[in-house]
């Protein structure tokens, strides 16, 4: 514990490493796990009291419980339902699509170097491409139909997963490799023993990454080529100013993504326990 005798010629960033290293483990994942959550829920009181009081105009800001009761409504319709799963259909299939061989990739690249200096240059030429631009090269050849949609995520989930799971194998130290090799461990057991759980929690870094980047997508393309879809569901509500419906999609888009966000951090703190331990 540091006293105060103990602060002399230590600047303002050193002591509160000191004072966060002080704090109990268990306390700093209470403080991590509700303080995010005490600052929505004082900027949702904030909102509603600002709507109430008129410092808000309630059409272009609706208030917070309107926003709810419009949520329950569309629940209740089912419209909500139907866009809602629209939209997760073409993450999960964009997903499985372009992060499934994105990861095989990254791993045969990380693992085999001449694939990865064969491949490294078509990597950085089409990496740094806006993928979302891809988008009309892809209705031309897909249609505009579903397939292009999931084609058009899968691409831009593809790149995530393919660089984090190669750096993910080039950060293993060479010395795992020479103890396999030592040992006689055929490539299977090196790829299961070494490969995997090594560059596992980078892969969990892409995964994070693509599944953010197949939501926005799908939101993204939902709003200018999609019948159904939550995208869609803004569509329709900016056209015809029904601005809680508006509220009411993007609410339900933001707890798909923190959702997503929090299945990847308790699936990390499963897989990888001892790199959770090390970012507490």
């Known amino acids: 514990m540091a006293h105060l005798g103990d ?27 509700w303080l995010p959550m005490a600052i929505v829920v004082c900027t949702l009181l904030v909102w509603e009291w600002s709507v ?7 059409l272009f800001f609706p208030a917070p419980s309107v926003v709810v009761l419009t949520i329950g409504r569309l629940v209740g319709s089912g419209e909500l339902v139907v866009h809602a799963r629209a939209t997760l259909v073409r993450v999960v299939l964009g997903l499985v699509l372009g992060g499934v061989p994105g990861l095989l990739l990254g791993l045969a690249m990380g693992w085999w170097r001449p694939l990865r200096e064969a491949l490294d240059p078509l990597v950085a030429a089409a990496h740094p491409l806006p993928k979302i631009a891809v988008l009309p090269l892809i209705m031309i050849i897909f ?4 397939s292009s949609k999931v084609v058009a995520v899968a691409v831009g989930t593809f790149f995530p997963m393919l660089i984090n799971s190669m ?12 103890v396999a090799k030592n040992y006689g461990a055929s490539p299977f057991k090196v790829l299961t ?5 090594g560059s ?5 870094v892409g995964a994070r990454l693509a599944l953010n980047i197949a939501l926005l997508f799908t939101i993204a393309i939902e709003l200018v080529s999609a019948r159904e879809g939550l995208g869609e569901m803004i569509w329709l509500a900016w056209q015809t100013l029904r601005t809680e419906e508006l509220y009411a999609s993007l609410a339900v888009i933001g707890a798909l993504g923190v959702g997503f966000n929090l299945i990847l951090q308790f699936s990390a703190r499963r897989l990888v326990p001892w790199h959770a331990e090390r970012e507490d």
């Open 52 to 58: 109430r009081s008129g410092w808000l105009s309630p």
């Open 167 to 178: 750096a993910g194998v080039r950060q293993i130290s060479p010395i795992h490799f020479e």
């Open 193 to 197: 023993r070494v490969i995997v759980p």
């Open 7 to 33: 602060v002399g010629g230590r600047g303002p960033q050193e002591l509160m490493d000191t004072f966060v290293r002080d704090i109990p483990s268990q306390a700093r994942w209470r403080l991590r796990s």
């Open 143 to 146: 249609g505009i139909g579903e």
């Open 200 to 204: 596992l929690p980078l892969v969990l």
